[in-house]
């Protein structure tokens, strides 16, 4: 929901994208959930499992997974990204 989201997705499946350009070139990816304006934006990797809300969260993610990110654009960098909540670290 939203202006172009999941504009690109062309085999991804069980996704989730509400903002604007939400998940805007994920092609592949499954699991995706992405809520705000540009979030998971890059997300192409087909690993999934990623959850990314706020503006420009996890924006350019383009080969982690399981990762859980809120917060707005300052960490939009795949570097900082990886060091933040993996998946194992839910349960």
Known sequence: MGKQALYQNTTGSANTAVGAQALFNSTAPFDEVAIGDSALYNDNSGNGFNTAIGY??????TYGSSNTLLATHRFKTTLLVMLIL?????H
Request: charge should be neutral.
């Open 86 to 90: 993996p998946k194992d670290l839910l």
């Open 56 to 61: 420009m969260a996890l924006f350019a993610n």
